[in-house]
């Protein structure tokens, strides 16, 4: 299994769509947890942590069930500009680990 | 203030030839991680520096090796590429527990 595993994609959505991924992880002692997007032959960016009491930024849902290991990104009213892949992080002691990554095309 | 800066941008060797990828970390950061992305794949971790010292490694060969510096500032060392090295390097700094923030990477291509 995986230490990191994110729904493999692509997904294709018109702009205004909502759309959600998902992850999973197989580490009990993961410390923490982050969304970072990352644009075609660019460097990942951070999009924002998750925290065990889910978090929003903007259109941006992060929700983190401990229990399960299971992380989850909501975008609302997705944009032509969230064409980007969205990668699932799990730090475990300064050693973050990422998923393949989730590939979403907003498209017009 | 700049961010995390990478150099070369981009680089093309042959198999057997050596390589040096450098990192300069963000202003304020101690700790620097070096990873590889191959196409299609997230980044894989390669290994962690602070304090001059490789804190944690991933599973890669000892073909990989790296430096801190005392301005904190790393390198990355491949020898003996092979043909599968062929990626994206990237290096990512932070306060050692903090958020990483990743540089423009090195891209390097092996012939």
């Known amino acids: 299994r995986k230490e990191v595993e994110q729904d493999p994609g692509p997904f294709n959505v018109p702009e205004g769509a909502t759309v959600a991924f998902n992850c999973t992880y197989s580490?009990?002692?993961?410390?923490?947890f982050f969304w970072y997007r990352q644009d075609c032959r660019k460097e990942p960016k951070l999009l924002m942590s998750?925290?065990?009491s889910g978090n929003e930024d903007g259109r941006f849902t992060a929700q983190l069930n401990r229990a399960s290991q299971y992380i989850s990104l909501l975008i609302r009213d997705s944009k032509l500009s969230d064409s980007a892949t969205y990668l699932c992080?799990?730090?475990?002691?300064?050693?973050?680990?990422f998923g393949a990554g989730t590939r979403l095309t907003v498209k017009p | 203030d700049a961010g995390v800066t990478q150099s070369p941008t981009h680089l093309i060797k042959t198999r057997g030839q050596q390589v040096t990828l450098r990192c300069s970390p963000k202003s304020g950061h101690d700790t620097v991680s070096w990873y590889q992305q191959a196409l299609g794949q997230g980044p894989q971790f390669i290994f962690q520096y602070y304090e001059e010292e490789e804190r944690q490694r991933g599973n890669f060969p000892d073909r990989f090796s790296g430096h801190q510096f005392p301005n904190y500032s790393s390198e990355l060392n491949v020898n003996a590429l092979l043909l599968g090295d062929s990626a994206l390097y990237l290096c990512?700094?932070?306060?050692?527990?903090?958020?990483?923030?990743f540089g423009p990477g090195t891209r390097l291509t092996v012939l």
């Open positions: 990512a700094s932070s306060s050692l527990w903090d958020t990483q923030y």
């Open positions: 992080v799990v730090n475990m002691g300064g050693d973050m680990r």
């Open positions: 998750v925290y065990s």
């Open positions: 580490n009990s002692a993961s410390q923490s």
